[in-house]
């Protein structure tokens, strides 16, 4: 099924990164998932939006509203592909070759009747460095003609059993043609996919911990939860936080770059935690020194994790005044709620390890509290639950286009924060 069928969510590739020219805000929920390689690591973004009355009648439309949601993102090569569905129409009259071709890939409906114009368009694209996945392929329906310009061919694998995995297989057998494996909801799913083949993969899986319940927090990692305890205070003690971050020579590493990156400009360098307290300010070294903790944490693992859990911070923290609630602990907060990924560690073995408010472990653990909803928010956001996004955002009091606003700048936010973190200069 073509994520422009109103059985879907609209969906279009974005890559997290600062913006561009914004063509429109949005007015409708929307959400983005990553797209990973076997080895997790970031291959490309596929962004959804909440399917609409008039999207869900007017394909056309919809695809105007993904390449203006993916412009408005204005991601940059290097930060993977985009994923996103067109219809022939907009192949035809050239409204997608707005997007750059070296990180876009076209997502087309399998199922479309495709003539001769249509594959001289496709193939007129894929000259000037476009790529195309194809969607919706049925087991025995036959070989679509779209085939042969496939670079992708993307398996649904809650609706597809092993034998039409099997066939689907068997269609690409001999060429180059990669498969994605989509809608996988567990790493079990993403290891079967992958031992049948696949190597691209896409779905809520990729933010679920792989619990190991048994493993303590390690000894490090304890000096970083301490430290995220420490900022958690308002006003935080800076000895403290500078004495926990002289502490962990990858703390420190990686507090100075962000600091010397923030402060770009200035006559001299600045080569110690303290110069860096004093000289950004506290909620500055609050952002930096959790940021910091992020990347220690997730140590190899995909950078798509991180800004994953930098995006749940800054949406978190930008919603808080709309809340009465204070920015600083609404970022920590967002940041905290994905250790459980981090760390591979059950939440309920973390948090009595966190020096934190108690109404702030309440909310982790999911309490009916304006925190504990916004983090149920974010995370229907990213599952792509618009049911449960929209029942949160009436108990919450909030407006959709405020909401979707809200996270657009929040996959922004995330996206500066990570190139000072893995770009620095």
Request: proline share 6%.
């Amino acid at each position: 099924m073509n994520a422009l069928d109103s059985s879907s969510p609209t969906g279009a590739g974005v890559s997290a990164n600062t913006p561009g020219e914004s063509l429109a805000c949005p007015g409708r929920l929307l959400s983005r998932q990553p797209i990973v390689d076997a080895q997790r690591r970031l291959f490309g973004y596929e962004l959804f939006l909440r399917p609409g009355d008039a999207t869900d009648c007017n394909p056309e439309l919809a695809t105007r509203e993904a390449v203006d949601a993916w412009l408005m993102l204005a991601p940059d090569p290097d930060q993977g592909c985009a994923f996103i569905p067109v219809t022939p129409a907009a192949l035809i009259e050239g409204l997608v070759t707005l997007l750059p071709a070296e990180n876009t890939v076209f997502e087309i409906d399998a199922g479309i009747e495709a003539d001769n114009h249509l594959l001289e368009t496709c193939l007129a694209l894929k000259q000037q460095g476009y790529r195309f996945a194809l969607d919706g392929c049925i087991p025995g329906s036959g070989r679509s003609p779209l085939l042969r310009l496939a670079d992708f061919i993307r398996i649904d694998f809650q609706t597809t059993d092993f034998a039409g995995r099997r066939a689907l297989d068997d269609l690409v057998a001999g060429t180059s043609t990669q498969r994605l494996a989509f809608n996988v909801e567990t790493d079990v799913q993403r290891r079967i996919a992958h031992s049948e083949g696949c190597t691209l993969f896409q779905g809520t899986f990729f933010s679920q911990p792989v619990l190991v319940s048994s493993r303590p927090v390690p000894q490090n990692h304890l000096v970083y939860l301490r430290l995220l305890g420490a900022l958690h205070e308002v006003p935080a003690d800076l000895r403290k936080v500078e004495k926990l971050i002289s502490g962990d020579a990858s703390l420190c590493y990686r507090v100075l770059r962000l600091a010397n990156s923030a402060m770009q400009g200035h006559a001299s360098d600045v080569t110690t935690v303290r110069e860096a307290l004093l000289m950004v300010g506290e909620d500055a070294i609050r952002r930096m020194a959790t940021v910091a903790v992020a990347g220690a944490l997730a140590g190899n693992r995909s950078a798509a994790l991180v800004s994953m859990a930098l995006t749940r911070a800054h949406f978190c923290q930008l919603l808080a005044p709309s809340l009465d609630e204070p920015p600083a602990r609404m970022y920590l907060l967002g940041m905290i709620s994905m250790l459980d990924v981090l760390l591979e560690i059950p939440l309920s073995r973390i948090l009595p390890t966190l020096p934190i408010a108690a109404e702030m472990k309440a909310a982790l653990s999911g309490n009916d509290s304006a925190p504990g909803r916004v983090l149920l928010l974010v995370r229907s956001l990213e599952s792509c639950d618009w049911q449960r996004c929209q029942e949160t955002q009436r108990w919450l009091g909030l407006e959709e286009g405020f909401i979707a606003s809200t996270y657009v700048q929040a996959l922004r936010d995330a996206s500066a924060t990570m190139r000072e973190m893995f770009f620095p200069g």
